[in-house]
């Protein structure tokens, strides 16, 4: 079978932050608390997370970060000798470092969570004024992912203007047709946000992990919800940063009565968003961050295929992978999913420097910000898989036909230039693994209210 030429880049962003081992050079993938636990938590939550991702199988498939979210620490003060954050006794007897000890016997890594000010989200203790000793502690206590919230700022700290999410008025994302809607106290045309104050906090995070002993590299992730045009200045920060607002709303201390909602509706809402980012601000060393997985979990409120979705938009656009639900407890439908080979090859390609994204709206007129209907084609080529990832979505609320031709997807336009039918290749199902041999002009798939298509398209033949 005749390779399909695809274009490859090794060349990371410009002016990325660039990590010893290659920490942050593609997306993380692992499991995270908050989604599933919020504030309930302790030492043995989090150790049972990490067996379960070395019982599942997952980090067979490079599943690695256990990471610690919000309420970890003593919430009324810190250490007053040391300044240091004090880790709850009772929720973790044996410390932070402890449970690090153990999630790294395991051969996994483990992650701790902070905010950009005075308290993170759920009102703890942060980092605004403390960061070389809580960088340093976070060292000492054998830290690999550090992911760093935008609660509890002080107004001396606060942004003198706002950004759309992506930046329209200033320029700074391609936003479409004009002006962000309620958009408050807007920036100058050209107002450089490199030298904003959330630029400032956040960056004087990266200085204090950059000078610990590189023994042990902290992945750095910066949580600020999009704002301050963060596309614009966070690749030299952070390995990987947020574009929007959580993807479920954040209750901070929860009893076991609440029940966690996971829905569709925001998980297409970020994907809207994500899809005017991708293009222009993702690759090695830098990768926007559309939020934890929500695969699993909403008691019912997700289907299975609105699941599907889910994870191969989250897969395609290359954020990092942060399972958020309770793996002792997982359907096998949902445990299917996060073990995709096809995603996850895609996903973690250590030679393609870019995700997938759209090549035409469907739904909608190409570039059209819709929440509830986001782009529905996407592409993007992968030495991995050795063809091309082309993703179709069914962004309606009814069973649909959606069709993958061939001459509209930019990496196989260039192959059938000169054939007036067009070539034809061959293509694999990327969910079932099944071979549809080789397909002319493009094909089409129905698909579920919500669902996703996900082929490789390979050789042409």
């Known amino acids: 079978m005749e390779k399909l030429l695809v274009f490859i880049s090794l060349i990371y ?6 990590r010893p081992d290659g920490v942050g050079r593609l997306p993380a993938l692992g499991w995270s608390s908050w989604n599933a636990y919020e504030c309930d938590i302790n030492a043995s939550v989090i ?3 990490a067996e379960q991702v070395v019982e599942l199988g997952l980090k067979d498939l490079s599943y690695e970060y256990i990471n610690i979210d919000d309420c970890w620490s003593v919430k009324t003060h810190r250490d ?9 006794p009772e929720r973790f007897p044996g410390g932070i470092a402890g449970v690090a000890s153990q999630i790294h016997d395991l051969g996994l890594k483990v992650g701790i969570y902070s905010s950009a000010g005075e308290t993170t989200c759920a009102g703890y203790p942060a980092s605004l004024g403390y960061e070389d000793i809580d960088a340093e502690t976070f060292a000492e206590w054998g830290i ?9 700022v002080p107004s001396t700290w606060a942004d003198p203007y706002t950004s759309c999410i992506p930046d329209t008025a200033n320029n700074a994302g391609p936003f479409p047709n004009g002006t962000c809607p309620n958009l408050a106290n807007p920036a100058p045309k050209g107002y450089n946000w490199d030298s904003s104050p959330s630029a400032t906090r956040f960056r ?3 200085d204090a992990l950059e000078a610990q002993n590189q023994d042990r590299v902290i992945l750095y992730s910066l949580c600020n919800w999009g704002n301050a045009a963060v596309n614009t200045w966070a690749a030299d920060v952070g390995n990987s940063w947020r574009v929007s607002g959580d993807i479920s709303p954040g209750r901070g201390e929860v009893g076991a009565e609440r029940v966690r909602i996971a829905t569709w509706e925001r998980i297409a809402e970020i994907a809207n ?3 005017f980012l991708v293009r222009d601000y993702a690759g090695f060393w830098g990768w926007p961050d559309a939020d934890m997985l929500e695969v699993g979990n909403g008691e019912g409120d997700m289907t299975v295929a609105e699941n599907r979705a889910h994870f191969a938009l989250w897969a395609g656009m290359r954020s990092p992978l942060l399972i958020g639900t309770r793996l002792e407890t997982i359907k096998e439908e949902h445990l299917a999913i996060l073990k995709n080979p096809t995603l996850l090859t895609f ?8 995700p997938a994204y759209p090549y035409k709206w469907g739904h909608n007129a190409d570039y059209t910000f819709d929440a509830a209907h986001p782009a529905e084609y996407w ?6 898989l050795d063809g091309t990832l082309v993703l179709m979505l069914n962004s309606e609320n009814v069973t649909s036909t959606r069709t993958a031709v061939w001459g509209e997807v930019p990496e196989l336009r260039d192959a059938q230039r000169g054939h007036e039918e067009g070539y034809a290749f061959e293509v694999v199902d990327g969910w079932t693994g099944e071979e549809f041999g080789c397909v002319e002009g493009g094909l089409e798939v129905e698909l579920e209210a919500h669902d996703m298509a996900v082929l490789v398209v390979g050789g042409a033949c």
């Open 13 to 18: 962003q410009a002016n990325a932050l660039v």
């Open 204 to 206: 004087r995070m990266r």
């Open 347 to 354: 996903h973690q390609d250590p030679h393609t420097n870019r």
């Open 47 to 49: 150790l049972s997370a």
């Open 144 to 152: 690999d992912y550090l992911k760093y919230d935008d609660c509890g």
């Open 80 to 88: 007053p000798t040391t300044n240091r954050m004090i880790p709850d």
């Open 273 to 275: 968003e994500m899809s």
């Open 379 to 384: 592409s993007g080529p992968s030495a991995a």
